[in-house]
């Protein structure tokens, strides 16, 4: 099975930078990835790692440690419609299927 | 652009009735799956499907059933709604491979049983 950890909630202000924290056990992984929701929205796709290392699009970035069962999720110069639910999932192994954090909420304030 | 849909953005039910929750994909995606996202609980997975006819369960079936008769479509069945499956329901399709399978999502249900 898996087990996936993230904070809550957290706050921060416009143009600052946040890191948002995953960890995770499991039995099988196959790679993290990172969704945004907005509420009342679907998640949509952000980043993909299964390798250790920085993944960097734009002003989000995606770090892996595999041997650590961590990664996290850098928002650099945050805007408002950065306030969004942040879900970090696992993929299983033999089924390819997701396992979902519960998200961490982020609030961007002026 | 991966286009993922689903019948009803809101659906009030009574208990006891049978319910029907669709989605469709227009991606030729083989993969498709079904979550609930409750408060505090996140998102969790039901059912997902390989291929047509195919069905898997996920973490949490009891209670729910599934089609998957074309491709494209992947029904959701509730046999005898009951007020715990008042819950937001979420349809993803994903392409089959290690590196593709990346999943999309639809904008989600709001199932409510009274």
């Not at chain 1, 002003?59 to 945050?78: A, D, N, V, W």
């Not at chain 2, 949490?60 to 089609?67: H, L, N, R, T």
């Not at chain 2, 089959?96 to 049983?113: A, H, K």
């Amino acid at each position: 099975g898996q087990n996936i950890d993230q904070p809550t909630e957290m706050t921060a202000t416009e143009g600052a930078i946040v890191q948002i924290n995953c960890t995770y056990q499991t039995s099988g992984f196959n790679g993290l990835f990172w969704y945004q929701q907005h509420a009342g929205e679907a998640p949509t796709f952000l980043s993909y790692n299964v390798l250790d290392g920085l993944e960097e699009k734009g002003r989000f970035s995606s770090f892996l440690s595999r041997s650590k069962g961590y990664s996290y999720l850098l928002l650099k110069e945050l805007q408002m419609k950065d306030s969004a639910s942040y879900l970090c999932a696992v993929r299983d192994r033999r089924y390819s299927t997701l396992t979902f954090g519960k998200g961490t909420m982020l609030l961007v304030s002026p | 652009d991966v286009k993922v849909t689903q019948s009803s953005r809101y659906l009030v039910k009574r208990t006891g009735e049978k319910v029907f929750l669709e989605c469709v994909q227009d991606m030729d995606h083989e993969n498709m799956f079904w979550y609930r996202q409750d408060p505090g609980l996140g998102l969790r997975l039901i059912y997902f499907s390989y291929d047509v006819k195919m069905k898997e369960k996920g973490d949490i079936p009891e209670g729910y059933s599934v089609s998957r008769e074309k491709k494209e479509r992947f029904s959701l069945i509730l046999e005898s709604a009951s007020t715990n499956q008042t819950s937001m329901y979420l349809c993803a399709s994903s392409l089959r491979g290690p590196r593709t399978d990346t999943q999309y999502f639809g904008p989600g249900t709001r199932l409510t049983v009274l």
